[in-house]
């Protein structure tokens, strides 16, 4: 079986409605490009760095199977991407990802996220980030987790305020050929373990996984 050989397949994320894992077939990852065609976002606002939903609705499903592939592709244990993506009820709705570059120095990682759009304003997008925040602090010992919102993105904005990120500073990048805002958000451990209020199981963190994140031995929680 192929987690036999990359173990991260084995890691499954657990919260009230959701479940977060890798995909387990090519089906899955079909389904997940459908979802993204179907809608992720208001045509008129771009919340993306990368505008990768301004496309034909083939581009756009295929970019969502080569990003996960490129993402697998590409990993190594001082620079990984986890491209969790968001189950519930057993169909896919989105992608919580998790990024660690020298996570066993620095301790810190980031986030970022997409749901179909008839997903969103149930809470789906907090209770994701939340299951990916407990992987990050409870099971890896991350000290710090990053986020980012563009100016307009409210919700985004809002779950990270509800998580107890903390405003870190802007950044100013050009989108679609305009200057956007971007507004960093930074959440310590202490500010993570004073807003945790989702239940999160981590089924599947074991030594060999932890070697493929570039640790050794897994930290205390």
Same mark, same amino acid.
């Given at each position: 079986?192929?987690?036999?050989?990359?173990?991260?397949?084995?890691?499954?994320?657990?919260?009230?409605? &959701?479940?977060?894992?890798?995909?387990?077939?090519?089906?899955?990852?079909?389904? &997940?490009?459908?979802?993204?065609?179907?809608?992720?976002?208001?045509?008129?606002?771009?919340?993306?760095?990368?505008?990768?939903?301004?496309?034909?609705?083939?581009?756009?499903?295929?970019?969502?199977?080569?990003?996960?592939?490129?993402?697998?592709?590409?990993?190594?244990?001082?620079?990984?991407?986890?491209?969790?993506?968001?189950?519930?009820?057993?169909?896919?709705?989105?992608?919580?990802?998790?990024?660690?570059?020298?996570?066993?120095?620095?301790?810190?990682? $980031?986030?970022? $996220?997409?749901?179909?759009?008839?997903?969103?304003?149930?809470?789906?997008?907090?209770?994701?980030?939340?299951?990916?925040?407990?992987?990050?602090?409870?099971?890896?010992?991350?000290?710090?987790?990053? $986020?980012? $919102?563009?100016?307009?993105?409210?919700?985004?904005?809002?779950?990270?305020?509800?998580?107890?990120?903390?405003?870190?500073?802007?950044? &100013?990048?050009?989108?679609?050929?305009?200057?956007?805002?971007?507004?960093?958000?930074?959440?310590?451990?202490?500010?993570?373990?004073?807003?945790?209020?989702?239940?999160?199981?981590?089924?599947?963190?074991?030594?060999?996984?932890?070697?493929?994140?570039? &640790?050794?031995?897994?930290?205390?929680?």
């Amino acid at each position: 079986m192929l987690a036999e050989h990359l173990p991260i397949y084995r890691l499954r994320l657990r919260t009230e409605r &959701l479940e977060l894992r890798l995909p387990a077939n090519f089906d899955e990852i079909a389904k &997940l490009a459908e979802v993204a065609v179907a809608g992720v976002h208001d045509p008129d606002f771009m919340p993306f760095g990368i505008p990768w939903t301004a496309a034909a609705p083939d581009k756009v499903a295929r970019g969502v199977a080569l990003w996960y592939h490129r993402a697998i592709g590409r990993w190594e244990e001082q620079a990984w991407t986890l491209p969790f993506y968001v189950f519930q009820d057993g169909e896919p709705i989105g992608v919580q990802d998790i990024k660690g570059t020298e996570f066993a120095d620095t301790r810190e990682v $980031s986030t970022g $996220s997409w749901i179909g759009r008839v997903h969103q304003g149930k809470g789906i997008g907090k209770e994701m980030r939340a299951a990916v925040l407990h992987f990050a602090f409870a099971g890896i010992g991350a000290d710090y987790a990053t $986020s980012g $919102s563009y100016d307009g993105n409210a919700a985004s904005a809002g779950v990270s305020r509800s998580l107890g990120y903390r405003e870190d500073g802007i950044k &100013l990048p050009v989108v679609q050929g305009v200057r956007r805002t971007e507004q960093r958000w930074r959440l310590t451990r202490e500010d993570w373990e004073a807003h945790r209020r989702h239940e999160v199981a981590i089924e599947g963190l074991d030594d060999d996984v932890l070697d493929m994140l570039g &640790l050794t031995e897994k930290e205390p929680s």
